[in-house]
């Protein structure tokens, strides 16, 4: 009786803190991706940018959280587990419901970041751990991703059409709301990333899953849920720039800004198990997902099917 009621509790501590991640990211996503567009910025830019970095949030909220309350093997698996699902899962999904178009700004200018953002975070974790330094080192190239973006920015926005005059929203108080709603999915964000982490943890230990394991599925899959309705959203519009933009950035912003932050604050442990087989996983499926990009400017029904049957067979392996 009482294993069954704590793992009811924690059933329900793991459905209320995905439901909480989805809502808090949803509404990020809406104030933040309003602002941004009124003020000029280009869809494919803003699903790399605001977007991404507002899906990240769950990321961020989760990673800390387990870091410091919990254990840094959920944090690291959860950020590795997130980028593999945003590739295999998100875009995958996104290519069945609608062949996606790769924008040629985002595979030119922004891919060449996502892949170097996971060569790095496999060179600096080969050792066992993620230091200080080596937070520092992500943030760096953090640093000189967000440079080149605001670059970017200022390139493209129109001359002609100065910030004062765009409109973002109508009047002051409209662009307060868009502020009172960043701050609502925040509180969201908080609320369900402990939740999430409390009762994934509870129901997969009892079942004598590792740390590793809750943080690759459970915690991945529930922080990379914004993301995929983002992007699923999107193809399902024709706004395919926007999906691949969105899962670009947040694997960009997930190891640099995320595991950069992490590592600063706590040292990160990076386990054998890691090294040798998550991050040749997310390696393999980074460069399949270029690869795809590259060869024919799109993502088809077919490789959306590849994508998604490549994620389910790397977590098969654990089943077994």
């Known amino acids: ?87 295999g899962l998100v875009l995958g999904i996104s290519a069945l419901v609608s062949p996606l178009d790769v924008d040629d700004g985002v595979l030119a200018r922004h891919v060449p970041f996502m892949v170097g953002a996971a060569v790095l975070l496999v060179v600096l974790g080969a050792d066992g751990s993620l230091s200080s330094m080596d937070g520092v080192v992500l943030l760096t190239a953090l640093a000189v991703f967000t440079g080149y973006l605001l670059y970017r920015i200022r390139a493209t926005t129109p001359d002609s059409v100065p910030v004062e005059s765009v409109d973002v929203g109508g009047d002051v108080s409209v662009r307060a709301r868009d502020v009172l709603t960043l701050l609502g999915g925040l509180v969201l964000l908080l609320v369900g990333s402990r939740w999430l982490i409390q009762g994934g943890q509870g129901l997969l230990e009892s079942w004598g899953f590792d740390e590793r394991f809750i943080g690759l599925t459970v915690l991945a899959f529930g922080t990379s849920l914004p993301e995929l309705a983002a992007s699923v959203l999107s193809a399902a519009r024709d706004e395919s720039e926007f999906s691949i933009g969105n899962v670009v950035g947040s694997n960009i912003y997930n190891v640099l800004a995320v595991l950069g932050v992490l590592a600063i604050l706590v040292p990160v442990r990076v386990p054998a198990s890691t090294v040798g087989v998550d991050f040749p996983a997310l ?33 098969g392996v654990f089943l077994l």
């Open 1 to 87: 009786m009482a294993v069954a009621a704590v793992f009811s509790v924690e059933a329900v501590l793991l459905v209320l803190g995905i439901v909480a991640l989805y809502f808090g990211a949803e509404l990020l996503v809406e104030a933040a991706s309003r602002l941004a567009v009124g003020f000029g910025v280009r869809a494919a830019i803003v699903g790399v940018t605001v977007v991404a970095f507002a899906t990240t949030a769950p990321e961020l909220a989760v990673v800390l959280l387990s870091g410091f309350s919990y254990t840094t093997d959920l944090g690291l698996g959860a950020i590795v587990g997130s980028n593999i699902a945003n590739i």
């Open 283 to 315: 390696l393999v499926f980074t460069a399949a997902i270029v690869a795809v990009m590259v060869s024919g400017r799109t993502v088809s029904r077919l490789e959306g099917t590849l994508l998604v049957g490549g994620y389910v067979g790397f977590f």
